[in-house]
């Protein structure tokens, strides 16, 4: 019995791409043969996956097919014939933006944001089981036609956060460190709202840090909402207290983990936001907006703030920021909450929906 | 914790609430509200039109900064061997992203006075409508089959049965 996994974009340092990779495990140290096909193969993952147009099911084999679901790929289309001409599909949906935060700033983006879920729409009467990260993602599923959906947290390997960070970096940041360290790791997109975060940065050293600095780790999806942040923070006179760096490997990654005081996101859509899962793992505190399926990851773990005002966020990221046994809670809690993702934990959850859909 | 974070925090600082912070959070609360994500109705010119004067400047400030030093420093060369380059395309495309806000606005224009006249239009079919309609049973009242059959029968009667 074979069980391939489709996803349109196969890349490093992608979590659905690491989803991806973790699920195969899952599957093939449970019996089962296990594939990646993928529409896009980038970096050195070429030995991981291969060019979905050259899947072909093997004569009177039984196989599932399931697919990632996240953005627009002619990919769908495919899997959809395969659906009716027989084959089992099965669907993981990750979210999809809404294409309205992309219309104002990067129109192209926003059209293939609309085209992909009309491809969600598309696939819903030929996807026999599909698996939801949150059960935010799950009650989209259903809006969107879904008839059988099952909640199963992404594949997050935790244990990876605890291995050395790159030490240069690391010593960097503590030669430069004096105020408080905010950090935000997500792609530089108009949803996770860096702009926000920007603005309450600003408040938060006029008022209560003037030492303080903030890092946004992530590469960029849009140019033009880039560049916006960009002026934002020449316009607030904020030099280089903030840094935006773009994507950077794991171990330098871990070295801005490693100094962070607080993580702030101010994210307005999110399907399960990964890096809140990484900030618990790693004791430190969460403050964000609780929108869309961040404060179901949360879980009571965090500050989950209702409203964005600059100084309001400013005030939350101050009382997390100062020692004593609410900051103790915060992070004990982070940790206990990560600990529900464990790898061991959602891995048997995803091979039990698996399981449980070929049982009947 | 697992971070070295509580070293640099600072517990005993005291918040600044004086009346330039209070000026400076204003300017912060409304150059963040310029950048939030809104809807438009699709079929609203305007809304697309400033969407496309939004995307119509070309910024050749490129973004040099990178965690590594070298890479910023190969960055900021490039930028520099490049900029006159970069500045005479921009101009260029700066002038054509101006021309075609400024031919969007034009048509905008266009579309609005034809809606208008379009709404005075269907005001006044609309009246003529009902004005024949009102007009329509008083014109029937004198063509109907009843009143055409009884003059014909006044006519009859004066003039005698048919043979």
Redesign the interface.
């Known amino acids: 019995m074979r069980v391939d996994l489709y996803l349109p974009g196969f890349a490093p340092h992608d979590a659905i791409s690491n989803h991806t990779l973790q699920v195969r495990r899952v599957l093939r140290e449970a019996g089962y043969g296990s594939h990646i096909w993928a529409e896009h193969i980038l970096g050195n993952l070429g030995r991981e996956a291969r060019p979905y147009q050259e899947d072909s099911p093997l004569p009177g084999e039984h196989r599932l097919l399931i697919y990632q679901m996240s953005t627009g790929s002619a990919m769908a289309g495919w899997l959809r014939s395969r659906a009716r001409a027989g084959e089992e599909l099965l669907g993981h949906y990750h979210n999809i933006t809404p294409a309205?935060?992309f219309?104002?700033?990067e129109?192209h983006i926003a059209l293939a944001m609309d085209n992909a879920r009309q491809e969600l729409y598309m696939l819903a009467p030929h996807t026999a089981l599909s698996f939801a990260d949150s059960a935010y993602n799950e009650e989209e599923l259903v809006d969107c036609g879904y008839e059988r959906t099952l909640e199963c947290p992404i594949l997050v390997d935790l244990e990876e956060y605890?291995r050395p960070p790159d030490r240069a970096?690391l010593d960097r940041l503590?030669r430069r460190?004096?105020?408080?360290?905010w950090l935000f790791v997500g792609r530089v997109a108009?949803?996770k709202c860096q702009?926000?975060i920007?603005?309450a940065f600003?408040?938060y050293r006029?008022?209560?840090?003037p030492n303080a600095h903030l890092t946004l780790v992530g590469g960029g999806t849009s140019p033009?909402?880039?560049?916006?942040?960009?002026r934002?923070i020449g316009?607030?006179d904020l030099g280089d207290s903030v840094?935006?760096?773009?994507g950077?490997g794991d171990a330098?990654l871990l070295a801005h983990?490693?100094?962070?005081?607080v993580f702030v996101c101010l994210s307005?859509h999110e399907g399960f936001c990964v890096p809140v899962l990484e900030a618990m793992e790693?004791?430190?505190p969460v403050v964000a907006y609780g929108a869309a399926a961040v404060p179901e990851t949360l879980g009571g773990a965090g500050v989950v703030l209702d409203d964005k005002?600059?100084?309001e966020v400013a005030k939350a990221v101050?009382r997390a920021?100062?020692?004593?046994p609410a900051r103790d809670h915060l992070?004990r809690a982070g940790r206990e909450r990560a600990a529900i993702f464990s790898l061991a934990n959602t891995s048997k959850a995803l091979l039990a929906g698996i399981e449980g859909y070929l049982a009947g | 914790m697992s971070n070295d974070s509580t070293t640099a925090l600072r517990a005993s600082r005291r918040p600044d609430f004086g009346a330039d912070a209070l000026v400076y959070i204003e300017k912060v609360r409304k150059a963040t509200k310029r950048l939030r994500a809104y809807e438009t109705n699709p079929e609203d010119v305007r809304g697309a039109l400033q969407r496309v004067r939004e995307v119509s400047g070309f910024n050749v400030e490129v973004p040099v900064l990178s965690a590594r030093r070298e890479v910023q420093f190969v960055k900021t060369g490039v930028k520099r061997l490049s900029g006159w380059y970069m500045a005479y395309l921009a101009a260029q495309l700066n002038a054509f992203g101006a021309t075609i806000v400024r031919l969007g606005e034009t048509m905008a224009s266009r579309v609005e006075d034809l809606e208008r006249n379009g709404d005075e239009l269907t005001a006044r079919v609309g009246a003529v409508e009902a004005r024949l309609s009102r007009l329509e049973p008083k014109t029937a009242a004198t063509t109907s089959p009843s009143t055409v059959a009884s003059t014909s029968a006044k006519r009859s009667n004066k003039e005698g049965p048919i043979r």
């Open positions: 309205s935060y219309a104002r700033w129109p605890h970096t503590r460190r004096e105020g408080t360290q108009p949803n702009h926000d920007v603005g600003a408040v006029r008022v209560f840090d033009n909402y880039l560049a916006a942040v960009q934002l316009e607030l840094e935006i760096l773009g950077v330098e983990w490693a100094v962070a005081d307005e790693l004791g430190v005002d600059p100084l101050d920021c100062r020692p004593g992070i």
